[in-house]
């Protein structure tokens, strides 16, 4: 049931290095990243954790999918990375009983945080739906935000 508290904040974190880190360390910290979202949004007082996930992709083009469902915000991850200077990370929370701001900040604050630990820069994309409220259906019934009526 989607009630009124209810958030679907997605962002598309594009995190650059200093130099080659391996990839082992980046799936470390693409975990380590969501596990701490997970439990800051918790902390932050909200009232259930529906998912937190996330796609990692590498320049080389691999890519690593992490997701938190529990709250002890264990990441559960699939994929391989490899070594790489950058990282896009795409980001969506879906949770109760926070606000967008409270959400955002927290997704920034703790990106940064897992980052700066090996050098990472962290620039923040905002992808906020054009109209959230379309969200509420099946995820597979996205196809209609790609008409564009003239």
Excluded: P
């Excluded at 974190?13 to 360390?25: C, I, M, P, R, T």
Aim: net charge negative; charged share 30%.
């Amino acid at each position: 049931m989607i009630t009124a508290d209810f958030i679907a904040y997605a962002a598309r974190l594009h995190v650059s290095f200093k130099g080659q880190v391996a990839a082992e360390d980046l799936q470390g910290l693409v975990s380590k990243t969501i596990t701490d979202i997970a439990l800051s949004c918790l902390e932050a007082g909200s009232s259930l954790i529906g998912h937190i996930k996330c796609i990692a992709e590498v320049e080389s083009g691999k890519f690593v999918a992490c997701s938190v469902v529990s709250h002890d915000g264990k990441a559960k991850c699939r994929g391989e990375l490899d070594g790489s200077r950058s990282l896009v990370i795409v980001i969506n929370v879906l949770l109760y009983g926070l606000d967008r701001e409270k959400v955002e900040r927290i997704v920034i604050e703790q990106a940064r945080k897992v980052m700066a630990s090996k050098g990472g820069k962290v620039e923040l994309e905002d992808l906020a739906h054009e109209d959230a409220r379309s969200c509420e259906h099946d995820e597979n019934d996205h196809a209609h935000e790609h008409e564009h009526h003239h």
